[in-house]
């Protein structure tokens, strides 16, 4: 159902803004836009007719930085990229070095990594949903069930790593430390809890009318635009293309897995939502087989140094399904003690590209539910 | 029906309003500072000196090899070198700062140690009267003893210990 007309202005992108138009500057500070991120809107009325995102308040140098330390210390600071999700950028990374010196991980370490990135992935859909709800105008509410059931997931990190949110963890060749005694219990206990939140979630979300209104025909992207863009993540799956890196790469040791892969028909605000529902009952499946299944053993490479690491000339491209789409490092190695260049790739800033396409034509206030449907992270965008 | 939806969602709501007044799941606040929640055994604030027996000059397991400050990726150790009379130095710290405004809690430094002298702290109620010399520890502000360490993580106490007997005793082996 739709509520208002949308579509107003042709999707046309002109130099010349002609007519009754108000510029407005959204951000640095507002509340909606996850961060310190600014857009420049041009409105004709309320439709919007032009839109320049304007972003790198919270740039910290992260490239720059990594060139100067040590292999390992760039870790702690990937941690900052996206600071939801702390485990998969350390995954992303450690797969980037291990490929580049051909490290072995492992088989205890390689399931401790997809339980911890599955369990991201669950923190972070289910916090995303609850401030995109909190973008579309409930208030509050719907935000503490999901802080609540993520507040679990932290527990879990903080036992493990022993930081709910910059874990630090995984290191080149497997992980930091074995789990402490009783925390796989703990973990399956939180993923066989987690479906009845989702249930609870579905009924707050899937039928409401006030969403249908807010998400559906809003933000519609085709595949063809997708693709073009280079998305990825959940935002690509919902324009309808099947394209998964778990499943497409098979990094780690994912083909032992049984999973779906969800995908959306729109490619509107209202099936990225969707999608990130779905995604999290398949991340329990996950869980349930890698619970079940992991060995006993060591976790950590012993070959690999700690101190004074130096991986072999070459470069390497490792890239992973993070919960916002490909993270990718690129790091090139000359034998030193760093790297000569340390590149991101990450999916917030590429997902965030096509944010005026998106937006063109729609009213103001749909630019915020357009934004946290896109799931962006500021510290990953400007990094 | 129009507005279904929202009833079935406002159903949803009342029933965590209802249930936070009796399901122990749906009450989650912890009433800080009166009440206070466990601290998991891996958890980690700043790091600490460590030094063995009563002295913590005599017993301090630093020797000042410099590793941490290396390594340590935000830059926020500085050690001075003890030296004696005749300028000989000697294996001891003369300054020990961390600058904890600084320190990012990596636990890089405690991994890197290869003599088991620095570990995470616990202690996370830091607040200091002034922005500058509150937030920089000094040696004295570091050091604490072995008998703190087993108190705030008892496992992975125990194991550093076991090391470091087994280490000692492969030695006087080694030179018997």
């Known amino acids: 159902m739709v509520m208002h007309e949308t579509a107003i202005m042709p999707p046309v992108k002109t130099s010349r803004l002609e007519g009754d138009i108000l510029e407005i500057s959204m951000g640095p500070q507002h509340p909606s836009t996850h961060g310190v991120f600014r857009m420049n809107v041009a409105l004709a009325g309320e439709v919007v007719v032009k839109l320049k995102p304007v972003f790198g308040y919270l740039h910290r140098n992260h490239e720059k930085i990594g060139e100067n330390t040590t292999w390992l210390d760039s870790m702690p600071y990937t941690d900052r990229l996206d600071y939801f999700c702390s485990m998969t950028n350390n995954w992303a990374y450690a797969l980037s070095v291990e490929k580049l010196a051909g490290i072995e991980v492992p088989e205890r370490a390689e399931y401790l990594r997809v339980i911890l990135a599955e369990l991201t992935r669950l923190q972070n859909h289910a916090s995303l949903l609850g401030f995109l709800l909190s973008d579309t105008g409930a208030w509050g509410t719907p935000l503490m069930y999901a802080l609540r059931e993520r507040e679990k997931i932290l527990d879990l990190f903080e036992a493990i790593s022993g930081a709910r949110m910059m874990c630090n963890f995984m290191r080149f060749g497997g992980c930091r430390c074995d789990t402490p005694d ?193 799931d962006i992270v500021l510290g990953e965008v400007d990094r | 029906m129009i507005g279904a939806g929202i009833i079935k969602g406002m159903a949803v709501t009342a029933r965590n309003f209802i249930g936070s007044y009796f399901e122990a799941d749906r009450l989650t606040t912890v009433q800080y500072p009166e009440e206070r929640d466990e601290i998991a055994e891996n958890y980690r604030s700043f790091p600490f000196l460590l ?68 570990k995470m702290d616990k202690c996370f109620e830091l607040s200091g009267p002034e922005r500058f010399n509150a937030l920089l520890l000094h040696k004295a502000d570091l050091e604490k003893s072995n008998e703190y360490y087993h108190q705030i993580r008892p496992i992975e106490a125990t194991a550093v210990d076991e090391a470091l007997a087994a280490a000692a005793a492969k030695k006087k082996a080694k030179a018997a």
């Open chain 1, 182 to 374: 009783g925390w796989l219990d703990r973990a399956r206990k939180v993923v066989n809890e987690f479906p009845a939140f989702l249930d609870e979630l579905d009924t707050l979300i899937v039928s409401n009318e006030i969403l249908i209104a807010r998400m559906q025909e809003i933000g519609k992207v085709s595949a063809e635009l997708a693709i073009n863009a280079g998305l990825t993540g959940p935002t690509l799956r919902a324009s309808g293309v099947n394209y998964d890196l778990r499943k497409v790469d098979g990094y780690g040791i994912y083909p032992r897995f049984k999973f779906r892969v969800p995908l959306g028909a729109h490619g509107d605000c209202y099936d990225r939502m969707m999608m990130r529902t779905l995604e999290m009952r398949e991340s329990i499946s996950i869980l349930k087989q890698a619970l079940a299944d992991i060995p006993e053993g060591p976790v950590l490479n012993p070959k690999v140094k700690i101190r004074n690491f130096r991986p072999p000339v070459g470069e390497g491209y490792g890239r992973i399904e993070a919960p916002k789409g490909e993270l990718g490092f690129y790091l090139v190695s000359e034998g030193g003690v760093s790297p000569y260049r340390y590149r991101v790739r990450p999916p917030s800033f590429v997902n965030l590209t096509i944010l005026e396409e998106m937006c063109l034509g729609h009213l103001v206030a749909d630019v915020m539910v357009i934004l946290g449907s896109i």
């Open chain 2, 51 to 118: 030094f063995d027996g009563a002295d913590p000059e005599a017993g301090l397991r630093c020797v000042s090899c410099k590793i941490c400050e290396k390594e340590c990726p935000p830059q926020c150790i500085f050690i001075i070198q003890e030296r004696d009379e005749k300028g000989k130095p000697i294996k001891r710290p003369k300054v020990f700062d961390i600058d904890i405004s600084v320190c990012m809690s990596c636990q890089i430094c405690v991994e890197v140690c290869p003599f088991d002298s620095i």
